[in-house]
């Protein structure tokens, strides 16, 4: 693990080059449009008129997924006219990885030639307007709480202090909000907060993030949306407002509350995706 941080800190760029290349040595697809497949969205790589698929465990250095319900490959194929990068399988702080090694796929598709980043997952509930299986556009972000990809040495991809007052570009939020009105997709829109998990939240975190401004908490986007910001992604994401955070309702929380309501909602979660898609 160590020799591999110190490599990511000194030789970062090096490396995406080189992972780069052996994507390139496979597929010289160019995308448009790069696409972080979250719980609920598994099966959109199935809705992508596939062109290629590159498996991480195939990309040297390479962070794999090992949560159950995440796939680790690449899928490289078109939705509508639009040429796309999708990452089926995502991976989590929880499970092990530094957040340097989290911004790795990002920046390769970036490198690949994507211009926009949309962040898909599911996350819990916290405003109290929200219901089990809304989607929420997210407008901002809280990452206070976990480590920043873009510690240590800048890698040039991007600027040493970015900012991020427009993280979530607030054009992309306009088309989509668009988007989901002529689909007659009803869609919240919120502050989305990480946490390291892989623990579900107290009751008292809840409070915590409530007060602090957090519509709904994940474990994974907020790292991912920094990554891109910095590397000059547009970005835009969305939630799946997969169960109501702990400590709203009394009762415990599950993963399989999580993954039943992500599946139940699958479907209409696919067509907005790729409305979205087809929109921007
Ligand atoms: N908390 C954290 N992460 C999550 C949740 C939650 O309630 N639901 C889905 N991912």
Do not use: W
């Not at 590159?54 to 899928?75: D, N």
């Amino acid at each position: 693990m160590l020799p591999f941080i110190i490599i990511v800190m000194i030789e970062v760029l090096v490396m995406y080059k080189k992972q780069l290349q052996i994507i390139r040595n496979i597929t010289d697809f160019e995308p448009e449009i790069a696409l972080v497949l979250g719980s609920g969205l598994g099966n959109f790589a199935e809705k992508i008129d596939k062109v290629c698929e590159v498996e991480y465990s195939q990309i040297e250095g390479m962070p794999v997924s090992t949560a159950p319900t995440h796939k680790g490959s690449f899928i490289f194929g078109f939705v509508g006219e639009k040429r796309v990068v999708a990452m089926q399988g995502r991976v989590h702080l929880y499970e092990g990885y530094s957040a340097q090694q989290v911004a790795m796929p990002i920046r390769i598709m970036r490198l690949l030639g994507a211009k926009t980043l949309i962040l898909t997952n599911a996350a819990g509930g916290i405003n109290k307007g929200f219901n089990c299986g809304d989607f929420m556009m997210i407008t901002d972000h809280i990452a206070s709480f976990v480590p920043s990809p873009l510690i240590g040495k800048n890698c040039e991809l991007g600027t040493r202090f970015p900012d991020m007052s427009n993280a979530y570009s607030k054009a992309l939020q306009q088309r989509i909000k668009a988007v989901a009105k002529s689909n007659n997709i009803p869609l919240k829109s919120g502050v989305y907060a990480q946490l390291t998990g892989p623990q579900f939240e107290t009751p008292a975190e809840i409070k915590m993030l409530a007060t602090l401004g957090a519509d709904a908490v994940g474990m994974s986007t907020a790292i991912e949306a920094i990554t891109a910001v910095h590397c000059g992604f547009e970005v835009c994401g969305i939630s799946l407002i997969s169960n109501l955070a702990c400590g709203i309702l009394d009762k415990p929380l599950t993963s399989e509350e999580v993954t039943d309501t992500a599946n139940a909602v699958a479907p209409q979660f696919e067509t907005l995706i790729t409305e979205i898609i087809k929109a921007i």
